[in-house]
């Protein structure tokens, strides 16, 4: 049983830094794909990056440069470092995971994508 569990999110003003984690219990692939997404109510929810086992990564346009995703396999946690954060970066933030590698790692950016989903931490950025 595959169980996803995210920290890591609350309050910051603008130009500030969060770190999300998500502790991915029962999730050993060896090929896998994994990613965050982020929701504003009445919205889509959108992928911000994402991580292939080989260590790829891709992010949306909106974060490049400011937001790093990576894993730690020891402690099985993916992370996302985020930095320099703006007010259009509120929103809740989901953990995302496959038993399946994403052949283009910019496929983890689709909510389509993952079997496996968190419940998600709150990131508010405030000016």
């Known amino acids: 049983q595959v169980q996803l569990v995210e920290s890591g999110g609350g309050s910051v003003q603008v130009g500030g830094s969060l770190r999300l984690s998500c502790a991915a219990s029962?999730?050993?692939?060896?090929?896998?794909?994994m990613g965050w997404f982020r929701q504003v109510a009445g919205k889509e929810r959108e992928g911000v990056a994402a991580?292939?086992?080989?260590?790829?990564?891709s992010y949306a346009d909106s974060v490049e440069g400011r937001f790093t995703i990576s894993k730690d396999n020891a402690n099985n946690t993916l992370t996302l470092q985020m930095n320099s954060l703006k007010p259009e970066d509120t929103a809740m933030y989901y953990c995302?995971?496959?038993?399946?590698?994403?052949?283009?790692?910019?496929?983890?950016?689709?909510?389509?994508?993952?079997?496996?989903w968190g419940q998600g931490t709150q990131v508010t950025v405030s000016s």
């Open positions: 029962g999730y050993t692939y060896r090929s896998y794909c």
């Open positions: 991580l292939r086992s080989d260590g790829s990564t």
């Open positions: 995302a995971a496959s038993p399946w590698s994403c052949g283009s790692v910019r496929l983890g950016l689709s909510r389509y994508f993952h079997k496996y």
